[in-house]
């Protein structure tokens, strides 16, 4: 079983960044994709961003492309996600989460069903 834990979370105000990490206590190279989601209080938990391992292919939700930027140190077993000109809407829990499928051949890589294990996830709050 891989364990994920966060790091990285705070407050900060609109404009600026943070960069969180996800070590793994597994090899991360195992893991067909990792990826990270966010939830606020009373919604949907949503995909933000996924990388995976074939070919490091990344995506974004619309709502972050051009802001956030993935990345996978296999060599560390980390997962980490670089957050720029942060909003007040990106406040959020965010959550680490990863798989060793596909299970399908349609993968969905922003969808919280195709994702094993997860992190207890770390606070970002951004403040306007």
């Known amino acids: 079983r891989v364990q994920l834990v966060e790091s990285g979370g705070g407050s900060v105000q609109a404009g600026g960044s943070l960069r969180l990490s996800c070590a793994a206590s597994?090899?991360?190279?195992?893991?067909?994709?990792m990826a990270w989601f966010r939830q606020v209080p009373g919604e949907q938990r949503e995909g933000v961003a996924s990388?995976?391992?074939?070919?490091?292919?990344?995506y974004y939700a619309d709502s972050v492309k051009g802001r956030f930027t993935v990345s996978l140190d296999n060599a560390k077993n980390t997962l980490h996600l670089q957050m720029n000109s942060l909003k007040p809407e990106d406040t959020a829990m965010y959550y680490c989460a990863a798989t060793p499928g596909p299970y399908s051949p349609a993968f969905q890589a922003l969808e919280r069903y195709e994702y094993n294990y997860w992190g207890l996830g770390t606070q970002v709050t951004v403040s306007s």
């Open positions: 990388i995976s391992n074939n070919f490091g292919s990344t």
């Open positions: 597994g090899d991360t190279r195992s893991m067909y994709c």
